[in-house]
């Protein structure tokens, strides 16, 4: 016997709204899917804002566009549930009403207050050691950037103090689509977890923390599991989404905790690669563990047995969809770029790319820094700026496995995942730059909404635990690194890494 679930993906740039069908035998099978889109309202300030109303009219009309596809009644839906991003700043008031738009986990304005709490007293890494020591001791993590959720938070407190006093609840994205569904406020723990304030040993809220950075802990929602049924779908959400009244609501999770799960890198050493619109190496840990130096830090994931060491950048299957729509004033889909670029060579011709087309977050914290075409001369083509699009985009997740493996240990093969990971000659690049064996797995586009179906199965009771759902996750193909590729790559890493080093001055003088 099978029941049916609907897993959102709650992106960025956009929504998909995926049908799972869930058996013991079967365990997660993905059906079809729909995609909405909003926009993304990047300001001058280095604020990154999104409408909150937007991603449940997306919920809306993507729910009633998928069930009219595939003729299943309402009525068949046992559950729904979420992977979500995260560090998303959501503001409501007591009717969970948006007071603002939402802030995105991309928002740099923040500085002043991250330097009035992390940049005083004595320092190491520019972070005020008392507090890091804090953090340390409670959470396993420090908050080493402008753009993690406190700052954010106080940032509203400090500019925008007729909206502050009206501040119920600070949620998160999923957290506010959960609120929407439900009427019920909680929040997962690895999204909790994702701002800092989490207690990782007694599992709780940081009396110590918030007081620390004058949190107001009346503004923090009650926390779950991400397992955990939070609700039933009420009646006028219901009629919003096409949906049964009394359906059950799950937690879910955050993006890359899920997108882990739905990719089987649920044992120790296991190494996920994604490239959504943003992207990041995430590795399965057993214990906490912060390297400041790189800004890589274990997070609290789905599975309660285990960590997500994360080290992130900001824009990955970004700068390639920016250079497709921007290189030769050709109109081309992907198939068209890949096919005007399958002949560069290794290393495009000597053109090297960084992809911080919005600053960047690891192994170096900046806002400032941006995308550079380094190594361009009279015989340079547009082919060679889009080769070198994507190579930059690898050589930085090259750059981040390197700073993780400073402190774990990681197992052979990568798997690769999120929109990127669509394209074989992309998969084989990353391999290439790498110098590691690639696997995709089915359906990569939908890995973070697979983690969330497949974690509603163990919700279920189809699957005994977190770990079990190695074994579903069927792997597509794999990738073998090209030993002379791989070469052309260890040259240009530390040329590649240079770039930021060499240019952090220019970045500051002309962004800061």
């Known amino acids: 016997m099978s029941v049916k679930v609907i897993a959102y993906d709650v992106g ?20 079809a899917g729909e995609v909405e889109h909003y926009e993304l309202h990047v300001l001058e300030n280095g604020g990154v804002e999104q ?6 009219e997306g919920m809306s009309r993507s729910t009633k566009r998928l069930l009219a596809k595939t003729g299943v009644p309402p009525e068949e ?3 729904i549930t979420f992977c979500s991003q995260f560090q998303t700043v959501v503001l409501v008031d007591k009717s969970g009403r948006p007071l603002r738009r ?11 207050q991250f330097k009035r709490y992390m940049g005083t007293g004595i320092k190491v890494e520019g972070l005020d050691i008392i507090k890091v020591l804090k953090y340390l001791k409670i959470t396993g993590a420090v908050s080493g950037s402008a753009k993690d959720p406190a700052w954010k938070y106080l940032w509203v407190r400090d500019n925008e103090p007729e909206i502050f006093q009206k501040v119920y609840k600070w949620l998160d994205a999923k957290e506010y ?53 939070v609700g ?38 296991d190494v996920l690669v994604y490239s959504g619109t943003s992207g990041w190496v995430a590795t399965t840990v057993d214990k906490l563990h912060l390297d400041l130096g790189n800004l890589i830090g274990a997070l609290v994931g789905a599975d309660p047995t285990s960590y997500n060491y994360i080290a992130e950048v900001e824009t990955s299957g970004k700068c390639m969809e920016w250079v497709k729509d921007r290189i030769d004033r050709m109109e081309m889909d992907y198939d068209d770029m890949i096919e005007y670029i399958k002949d560069t ?8 790319f960084s992809p911080w087309m919005h600053g960047n977050r690891c192994p170096f914290d900046d806002a400032n820094s941006r995308g550079v075409f380094f190594n361009l001369d009279i015989s340079t083509r547009g082919s060679d700026l889009m080769k070198a699009v994507i190579e930059g985009v690898c050589l930085h997740m090259r750059w981040l496995l390197e700073c993780t493996e400073k402190s774990f240990k990681t197992r052979p093969v990568i798997r690769f995942a999120g ?77 590649f890494i240079d770039l930021y080093r060499n240019n952090k001055k220019s970045f500051a003088a002309l962004n800061g």
């Open 77 to 79: 839906i046992r559950g």
């Open 232 to 269: 039933k779908l009420l009646p006028g959400p219901a009629e919003e989404l096409g949906l049964a009244a009394g359906t059950a609501v799950f937690s879910g999770g955050s993006d890359v905790s899920l997108c882990s799960v739905g990719a089987g890198c649920v044992d120790i050493g």
């Open 12 to 31: 960025t740039t956009g929504l998909k709204t995926c049908l799972f069908s869930i058996s013991a035998e079967e365990s997660v099978r993905y059906l």
């Open 419 to 495: 929109g990127s990971a669509i394209s074989p000659y992309i998969c084989q690049v990353m391999a290439d730059v790498l110098g590691r064996e690639v696997e995709t797995i089915e359906n990569t586009r939908q890995v973070g909404a697979m983690g969330a179906a497949a974690l509603l199965a163990v919700s279920f009771g189809m699957l005994p635990n977190i770990r079990e759902i190695k074994q579903i996750i069927q792997v597509s193909h794999v990738y073998k690194p090209r030993p002379e590729n791989t070469a052309v790559y260890d040259k240009l890493l530390p040329v």
């Open 177 to 229: 689509l959960i609120c929407r569904a439900t009427g019920v406020m909680k929040a997962s723990r690895d999204d909790a977890n994702g701002t800092f304030l989490y207690d990782v040993k007694k599992g709780t809220w940081s009396p110590t923390l918030c007081r620390m950075l004058d949190i107001n802990m009346e503004h923090l929602p009650e926390l779950c599991d991400s397992a955990d049924q």
């Open 345 to 352: 060579p290794a290393g495009a011709n000597g053109v090297v």
């Open 51 to 56: 409408e909150a109303s937007d991603w449940w």
């Open 102 to 112: 939402a802030m995105s986990c991309m928002d740099a304005r923040a500085d002043a």
